[in-house]
Every structure is written in structure tokens, then in C-alpha cells.
């Protein structure tokens, strides 16, 4: 089996346990793929900035979770800006079937098996 992929998981702090159940999904053990994340409920300084910049640059790929929470978190959009920066295949995932937020510059589709592994799979 070839290595697995990591896809970095970019979320607010308030949709933690939507990531959680996105990351659930690679704990299945066939699956071909490693959600990481640097998740933090402080400040975000220089130092964190660095080690999300290496885990973005040892990544396949990143997974939005977008909501409305995410056009209040600064972490999040560091996080994306980031992303693109190193020229990472960004895609955005609704967090919640009833939330359709948009955030400037990532294609956000629908939360399904096919959205996520159809991208992990393109990586």
C-alpha cells in the first residue's frame, strides 16, 4: 500500500467537534490517509505560526471545515493564507448541513463520503 496522506484539518475553535468527526473518518484502518491539525485555544504567536507552517508544508492537502464561526477566526484564515502560500490543494468542507458561509477564495462543497475522498484521492 502506498504511504498514507496528510491532509491538514483548518477549523474554528468552536467546530472542534466537527473536526473530531471528520477525523474520525481515519480511523477506519484501511483508510489510505491522516488527518493532522494544530488546534489551539490560545494565542496564536510565532512559534505556532512555524510549527502549522511545517505541518502545512508536510501535507498532501488541507480540508476547510467552513461555518460562520470561521469568519471570526484569525487562526483559521492564518491558516488558509498559509495554505496558499505553499500552494497546497485547499478544500473547503461545509461543517454543517444548515450553514452554507462562504469564505473568499476556498470552493466549499457539501459534507459526503464522495466530497472528501474524492479530494483526499486527487492529492
Not at 500500500?1 to 481515519?26: N, P, T, W, Y
Amino acid at each position: 500500500m502506498a504511504d498514507k496522506k496528510i491532509v491538514f484539518v483548518a477549523f474554528a475553535i468552536e467546530d472542534e467537534h466537527q473536526r473530531d468527526l471528520l477525523k474520525g473518518q481515519s480511523l477506519h484502518p484501511r483508510a489510505p490517509f491522516e488527518f493532522i491539525d494544530m488546534s489551539v485555544k490560545e494565542p496564536y504567536d510565532r512559534d505556532w505560526k512555524e510549527r502549522v507552517r511545517t505541518r502545512i508544508k508536510r501535507s498532501h492537502g488541507v480540508i476547510v471545515l467552513v461555518s460562520k464561526n470561521s469568519l471570526a477566526s484569525s487562526g483559521q484564515k492564518w491558516e488558509i493564507q498559509c495554505a496558499k502560500e505553499e500552494g497546497k490543494p485547499i478544500r473547503g468542507i461545509w461543517a454543517f448541513s444548515t450553514d452554507r458561509t462562504s469564505i473568499t477564495g476556498v470552493s466549499t462543497y457539501a459534507w459526503s463520503d464522495a466530497n472528501i475522498s474524492g479530494f483526499i484521492d486527487s492529492l
